[in-house]
Nanobody
Framework: QAQLVESGGGSAQAGGSLRLSCVASEYSDGRYCVAWFREVPGKGRERVAAIYLAYGWTYYDESVKGRFTISRDSAKNTVDLQMSSLKPEDSAMYYC???????????????????????WGQGTRVTVSS
């Protein structure tokens, strides 16, 4: 069973940048959808970005498009989230999630929901001050 460990959270000023990293214990460039979710108290987990490892195709929520970049490093078994032009509303716990999916359209569509994922990291906190 894949284990995920996030790192890289912390504090930043609005307009600044942070880079989150997710290391997967079992990793292959196969039919996996790896996603970054964020959660604030009182709200459910929302997906901000995902990558379909077989092709490297990426998907973003409108709220972060153009500011966040998800990428993979196969040599390091990591999926990173580069966050730039940070806003206070980006403050949240960020979680990495992974799931085997039938093909890319599932990573784009159905697997936008947190309930579809069974493999999760422990989370890393991001705080953005104005």
């Amino acid at each position: 069973q894949a284990q995920l460990v996030e790192s890289g959270g912390g504090s930043a000023q609005a307009g600044g940048s942070l880079r989150l990293s997710c290391v997967a214990s079992e990793y292959s460039d196969g039919r996996y959808c790896v996603a970054w979710f964020r959660e604030v108290p009182g709200k459910g987990r929302e997906r901000v970005a995902a990558i379909y490892l077989a092709y490297g195709w990426t998907y973003y929520d409108e709220s972060v498009k153009g500011r966040f970049t998800i990428s993979r490093d196969s040599a390091k078994n990591t999926v990173d989230l580069q966050m730039s032009s940070l806003k206070p509303e980006d403050s949240a716990m960020y979680y990495c999630a992974l799931e085997l999916v039938p093909d890319a359209k599932y990573c784009r569509g159905k697997y936008v929901r947190s309930t579809e994922y069974t493999h999760w990291g422990q989370g890393t906190r991001v705080t953005v001050s104005s």
